[in-house]
């Protein structure tokens, strides 16, 4: 059975989601025909909320590549779907969307996947 994911870059909504064994985040470069996603990035930092005076700040992450972290790139052209070993166990993650959501009056983009066990 399938998952569906949606990863945002809103302001408001981390860019990232957890399914099954895997911590997929948003990365660069992104656009409105594909998407590149890091899979098992370490979150070294999160912190929600880390306002300053005078700056508003809804989130922090920081993140950084170690040995078993994939970097993937998709499009609707050639790279829809993507099969990915991590450990013993095999996903299929495919781009479903990419479109453009409204969050406090203005748009952010968003990529959502359909990922599930092979």
């Known amino acids: 059975m399938a ?11 981390p860019n990232l989601e957890v ?3 895997l911590v997929i985040k948003l990365h660069v470069p992104y656009s409105e ?8 990035p ?3 930092d999160y ?12 989130q922090y ?17 050639s790279n829809k779907i993507k099969v990915v070993q991590v450990e013993n166990e095999k996903y299929q993650i495919e781009l479903m969307q990419i479109g453009k959501e409204e969050v406090q009056g203005q748009e ?8 599930s066990k092979v």
């Open 33 to 40: 025909k594909e998407v590149t996603v890091m899979l098992n």
């Open 47 to 58: 912190q929600e909320k880390s306002d300053r005076p005078g700056a508003q700040v809804r």
């Open 42 to 44: 370490n979150i070294q």
């Open 61 to 77: 992450m920081l993140t950084t590549p170690t040995d078993q972290t994939k970097k993937i790139k998709f499009d609707f052209e």
């Open 19 to 21: 399914v099954y064994n």
């Open 108 to 115: 952010f983009p968003f990529f959502e996947f359909s990922i």
């Open 3 to 13: 998952e569906i994911v949606r990863i945002s870059n809103s302001q408001n909504i």
